[in-house]
């Protein structure tokens, strides 16, 4: 990858028939990450524990969707001819792509702000490193998206700092950590068509986006004085879980088959329709 | 959404509140004032009455907000593709911003956002009697986005012009969104009606539901209600409830008839000679018994919102605590 860092990009036009299936692969379990991270955060709205997460909420989850329609948009260029409201509003559980993490029900305030955090730091570990590698229109999607990430990762952290410095907060917040990381390491589960498109200098591979995922949120957490769980090892941070897989191969969450059940019932309830 | 519909509450005589001036002539300037036009700030005099009647209008609307983020908020999940989904969130998340931002109005009258949210909870402070209504299809989202916000439209652009600054600027900036949601709705009535036969049987069911839920919304005909004199006067209130109605009557009908959507009121037609819409009254007694409680979701609706409340403590408290020095560190 460092040697791909400052080759120039190029089109996925002109990517070899693989590369653009293992591309459409990848990028197809990044939108699903991003639609079910939305719904789940819309499942605040109106109904936030403050009129400001309330409100915060919201506006992330509007992102998020904006995000995945985004990824959605730029399957076309990959051979994909189903519209973006035909993959989010059609397809059964066993095709998404998500990892788990994304389709755990809401659960309570700390719950729904540490799995915000946890992926929206693999995000942006992420997008850095499609906006650094080797595919034109990845890297221009990955820079417009990364910059709401920033905003995402300010508000989290706002909130996660202070609860963990509170007597009351400390203890929840915690343990939405605990619960949540096992499922936040499947973010990064092993995926054949990453693998090639890696070794081929298109993208970063998994190992290393974990590494640096680690790395930032483990610090961060540690410094706002949580305990995540994994232990520093010399220089990098070694889990001390086990990671949560299987999202990327579509074996999902239970709760995954009942989300899109509600999500997509009225859209499938009549083909012919127009909402 | 609508500020002006609750007919309970007391009133005070004028003069009880002239004898609270702190100086001669406070009483008939601050009248000169809104006379001309000027707006009151949060820092000038102004009657015990006024505050009082003002803290009651922001609340309630305040209130309105919020509750109104329940019915629609409740079919987010449900929304057909990504561009309702979206919409709808943004919708809602109006709604509650539009809360936010009246409880912080009425906030610089001096009384605190978590009395207002207690009195809420606790069903002492009224909110619109349209949110304990419910929402049973898809199509009711469509009729409440076009025409509860068209209703609200119509209150707020009046109530705007009122004379307590914070609030006629917060009212500015909540029409201007509130524009946006009739234009979702607008459309999204004309996606159902224009659709399936399924799409266009349930876009007239919910019409024909909300039809009489909104002749109630602007309140009772004006020679029952008690508040408006004083609010007149004083401009927090520059139109009364029936002018309000008329209004909007005139604004929606030739819309309605337009889209070949069917009023379920016989009687109503335009009046050459008054110059008004002529309408069957709705049930004023249900009206009335929605505001005391015995709407078809007030206890629903009410609950929920105080079960929120309670579990919101929580993360209320653990803020204060991270706000203060930390001693044991």
Redesign the interface.
């Known amino acids: 990858m460092n040697d791909q860092e400052s080759s120039a990009p190029i089109a996925m036009a002109s990517m070899d028939d693989t590369a653009r299936a293992d591309l459409a692969i990848v990028v197809l379990g990044i939108a699903d990450d991003c639609m079910l991270q939305g ?1 789940r955060d ?2 605040w ?11 915060a909420f ?2 992330m ?2 992102d998020e ?2 995000h995945a ?1 985004v990824w959605y948009n730029l399957l076309a260029g990959l051979g994909e001819t189903r519209s ?2 035909l993959l ?2 059609t397809r059964d559980a066993g095709d998404w792509r998500n990892a788990q993490i994304v389709a755990l029900p809401r659960g ?2 700390p719950f729904s702000l540490m799995r915000r955090h946890l992926h929206d730091l693999a995000k942006a570990v992420l997008y850095d490193g499609l906006i650094a590698c080797g595919v034109a229109e990845v890297a221009v999607a990955a820079t417009k998206l990364r910059q709401e990430k920033k905003y995402h990762l300010i508000h989290n952290r706002a909130y996660i ?3 963990a ?5 400390r203890g ?1 917040i915690q343990a939405a950590l605990d619960e949540l990381f096992p499922f936040a390491l499947g973010l990064f589960e092993k995926q054949d068509a990453h693998d090639r498109l890696a070794a081929a200098g298109f993208i970063p591979s998994q190992a290393l986006l974990r590494e640096r995922w680690l790395d930032v949120t483990c610090s961060s957490l540690a410094a706002a004085g949580l305990r995540p769980p994994a232990h520093r090892a010399e220089e990098a941070w070694i889990p001390d879980v086990d990671p949560r897989v299987g999202g990327r191969s579509g074996r999902h969450v239970p709760e995954q088959v009942a989300l899109l059940e ?2 997509q ?3 499938r309830s ?1 083909p ?4 | 959404m609508s500020s002006s519909e609750n007919s309970a509450g007391g009133t005070t005589t004028p003069r009880l509140v002239a004898e609270e001036e702190t100086s001669p002539g406070q009483l008939a300037a601050f009248e000169e004032r809104i006379a001309r036009g000027e707006k009151i700030e949060p820092g000038d005099w102004m009657p015990a009455l006024y505050r009082k009647q003002l803290i009651r209008l922001i609340q309630q609307h305040a209130n309105s907000e ?1 509750m109104g ?2 019915p ?3 079919w ?7 561009r ?3 919409a709808l ?2 919708k ?2 109006d ?3 539009h ?2 931002l009246l ?1 912080r109005a009425a906030e610089t009258l001096g009384k605190p956002r978590h009395e207002m949210m207690t009195e809420l909870v606790n069903g002492e402070s009224k909110y619109s009697n349209v949110f304990n209504y419910p929402c049973e299809t ?1 199509a009711d989202i469509a009729m409440v986005g076009w025409l509860i916000d068209g209703a609200a439209i119509v209150n707020q652009t009046i109530m705007q012009t009122g004379s307590y600054g914070p609030y006629s600027r917060a009212l500015q900036r909540i029409t201007y969104e509130e524009a946006f949601h009739l234009k979702q709705g607008y459309d999204l009535v004309v ?1 159902l009606h224009t ?2 036969p ?2 266009r049987a349930m876009c007239q069911e919910a019409f024909s539901r909300w039809w009489w839920p909104l002749m109630m919304f602007f309140g009772p005909p004006d020679r029952a209600s008690v508040h408006t004199d004083i609010l007149q006067r004083w401009a927090l209130k520059p139109k009364t409830n029936d002018e309000q109605r008329q209004i909007f009557l005139r604004k929606f009908v030739p819309k309605i008839q337009e889209l070949g959507l069917e009023i379920p009121d016989e009687d109503l037609r335009w009046d050459e000679d008054s110059g008004t819409w002529h309408f069957t009254q709705p049930d004023w007694d249900e009206f009335k018994r929605v505001i005391r409680g015995g709407g078809p979701l007030n206890a629903e609706r009410l609950a929920l919102r105080r079960l ?1 409340y309670e ?2 403590s ?10 203060q020095p ?1 001693a044991a560190a």
């Open positions: 719904h819309s499942e709205t109106g109904l936030g524990p403050i009129l400001e997460e309330d409100i919201s506006s989850a509007q969707l904006g329609l973006p409201d989010a509003f309570e305030y700092e202070r609860l410095r509170s007597e009351t907060g929840p509600a999500m019932g009225m859209f009549d012919e329709a127009t909402w | 919020l983020a329940l629609e908020g409740q987010i999940p449900y929304a057909p593709g990504f309702r989904k979206m969130i943004a809602v998340q709604e509650v911003g809360a936010q409880y898809w996606t659709g399936t399924a799409q929120l579990q919101g929580w993360l209320r408290t653990a803020l204060e605590q991270a706000e930390r």
